[in-house]
C-alpha cells in the first residue's frame, strides 16, 4: 500500500478545498435572490402596455399623466405586500417578454394570457381573469357580421404578438391588420380604415360602455381556447420566491373579495378621469 506523505496529504486538502469554494460559488450563483433584490432596490418594477382600459390606461390626475387601471391596481398590492415602491413601465405590448427576459422590468401585468408558447419563455401566476373574444364593430355594422363568412375581404384589425392575433386569423376570413396598440386600431375602426377589432370581453365592454353611440359588439361568435383565456402575471422562470409572493397576494384578493373590487375601481377611475392620449 503507497504511503501518503505530508506533502501529499497537504496538495489534497489545497484541492478539496478549491473544490468546495467552486462548488459554494455556483450555489449562490444559481440562488433564487427575486425577492431581496426588489426589497434592497425598495421598488418593484412592472411591465405593461397601456393601451387597455380598464385593465391599464393613462390619466391626467391633478395636471400629471399617469398609468393606472386594474392590473395596476393589482401590482400596488403586491407592492404593498412586499413593503416596496410599485414603478411603472409603459412600452408595447409585443415587447413586454423581451423587456422582462432582458431585466429591464421585474414583472409583467398587462392583460396578458398564460398561453402554451409564452410559458416556453416566462413563468405564470395563477390566473385572476378569464375572458372571452369579441369582434367590435361600428355601430351601424351592428348586423354586417353574423357569421364567420361575413367576414370574408372585411379589414379586421388585432393587436400585435396578441392572442387576439391568433384568433383574428383562425377564425375569421378577413385581412388581418396588426398594430402595437389596441387604441391605435379602434381609432382605425372609427375612421373606417378598419372593419372590425378582435379584443377581450372586458375591453369590449368597457368601449361599449363609454362610447355606447360609437361601437358594438358583432355577432359572429369567436371562440377562446381553454388556453389561452387566462389573464396572469408573468415573471421570469429563475425568480420562483417572487412568483410565489405573486400568488401569495392574488390568493388573498380573491379570497376577501377585493380583486372584484379593484376591477370595479379601476372602472371608476376612468368614468371620473377618462382615458388620456
Excluded at 450555489?27 to 435572490?33: I, K, P, Y
Amino acid at each position: 500500500m503507497k504511503k501518503w506523505t505530508k506533502k501529499g496529504w497537504l496538495v489534497s486538502m489545497s484541492l478539496l478545498m478549491v473544490l468546495s469554494i467552486g462548488l459554494a460559488g455556483c450555489g449562490s450563483s444559481n440562488a433564487d435572490n427575486s425577492v431581496k433584490k426588489i426589497k434592497d432596490k425598495k421598488t418593484l418594477v412592472i411591465g405593461t402596455s397601456a393601451d387597455y382600459a380598464p385593465f391599464e390606461f393613462p390619466i391626467v390626475k391633478n395636471g400629471k399623466k399617469q398609468i393606472t387601471g386594474y392590473d395596476i391596481l393589482i401590482a400596488k398590492q403586491i407592492g404593498k405586500d412586499m413593503g416596496v415602491k410599485v414603478k411603472i413601465e409603459n412600452t408595447e405590448f409585443s415587447s413586454l417578454i423581451s423587456d422582462l427576459k432582458g431585466n429591464k422590468v421585474d414583472l409583467i401585468l398587462s392583460g396578458m394570457t398564460s398561453t402554451p408558447a409564452r410559458k416556453k419563455q416566462v413563468a405564470f401566476s395563477k390566473s385572476y381573469y378569464t375572458v372571452k373574444n369579441y369582434l367590435l364593430v361600428k355601430k351601424a355594422d351592428a348586423n354586417k357580421y353574423n357569421t364567420v363568412a361575413d367576414t370574408k375581404g372585411a379589414q379586421i384589425g388585432a393587436q400585435q404578438a396578441s392572442v387576439q392575433e391568433q384568433i383574428a386569423k383562425k377564425q375569421t376570413k378577413g385581412d388581418i391588420v396588426t398594430e402595437g396598440l389596441v387604441t391605435s386600431l379602434t381609432t382605425e375602426l372609427q375612421q373606417g380604415k378598419l372593419d372590425g377589432v378582435v379584443v377581450e370581453s372586458e375591453i369590449a365592454d368597457n368601449y361599449l360602455k363609454n362610447y355606447p353611440d360609437k361601437y358594438v359588439k358583432a355577432k359572429v361568435k369567436l371562440t377562446t381556447p381553454a388556453s389561452q383565456s387566462h389573464i396572469n402575471v408573468a415573471g421570469r422562470k429563475g425568480d420562483k420566491k417572487l412568483m410565489k409572493q405573486v400568488n401569495k397576494t392574488i390568493t388573498k384578493l380573491q379570497k376577501n373579495g377585493d380583486m372584484q373590487k379593484l376591477l370595479n375601481q379601476a372602472e371608476k377611475i376612468q368614468t371620473k378621469y377618462g382615458t388620456a392620449k
